[in-house]
């Protein structure tokens, strides 16, 4: 059995993380914005250099096979930072699309560092806004959504750069932190589970509903603008290690599960903490459940952040 990490409480977590579990797409050439605005659930056409997008890249049923948070270096060059198990499919497929556009797309990993900032960590110059961005020392700095009211940001700077000052901070930390904001970056287990919805996304910021088309679009508008929404994500928490991909049970059905983990991490208070994606019903009440009907308990914990209605 997978024991938890040992880190500070989560009260005390700040400092800088090394995120080597995340990639970069570049997108290069006058044609990047306009490209990514067609391809991706988010508006590229109207990113402005102090700003980021959390966007999702969707099959034409509108499941999600991979999420970005995507800000632009300079005019022409834009970054999509991703879960870097899903970068080589999603590099390849995103290819297919190019074809006459005056864009490139390469895989940029290695060109540039990734980093966390927690807490203090955070320049005090960042805007406080989630997705906010910040040119500093060579670097780009992206404001990201708390975890239990901790300020978290992304560092991306070239290789050669020097790294933010701050105590180091464990990369399971940072992993903890990612879950507990409710908004983590879809790893390779859970590739076409999900329609953006189901993992939050438009309710933080990640899907645009008066864009244009882009693969998956008129699905994800179908759920969104009929009231078909039935399955969305919920934090849990429990004792037993949990896993991206692994199914979730309600005593209310025990015959078939009622949701998938989307993201998980050990706490830094003992216990294991989540990201389900799951029947609204399932949240109402009742028994949750990992991995099977008789399995390890799960508690359900509140949201931290409201849920965009369907209309």
Known sequence: MSQAPEFPPANALRGVALLPR?????????????????????????????????????????????????????????????????????????????LRAKVKLT???????????????????LPAAPWSKLDADGAQLVRLYPADSIARALWVAPAGVEPPAGPALDGAAWDWLDVVAGVPLLSQPVVEAFVPQMVNMESVGGVNFKKGCYPGQEVVARSQFRGTLKRRAYPVFGDAPMAAGQEVFHDGDPSQPCGTVVAAAASPAGGWSAMVSMQTSAAEGGALRLGAADGPLLTLQPLPYPLLADV
């Open 107 to 125: 895989d940029a990993s290695a060109e540039f560092q990734l980093r966390g900032l927690v807490g203090d960590a955070v320049p005090a110059a």
């Open 22 to 98: 995340l990639g970069v797409i570049r997108a290069q050439g006058e044609e990047a914005a306009k490209f990514l605005h067609g391809q991706l659930t988010n508006d590229f056409s109207l990113l402005g250099l102090s700003e980021a997008r959390l966007a999702g890249f969707c099959t034409a049923k509108g499941r999600l096979l991979a999420s970005f948070i995507g800000f632009k270096r300079t005019h022409d060059e834009i970054l999509l930072v991703c879960h870097a198990d899903l970068l080589p499919a999603t590099l390849k497929r995103l290819s297919m699309f190019v």
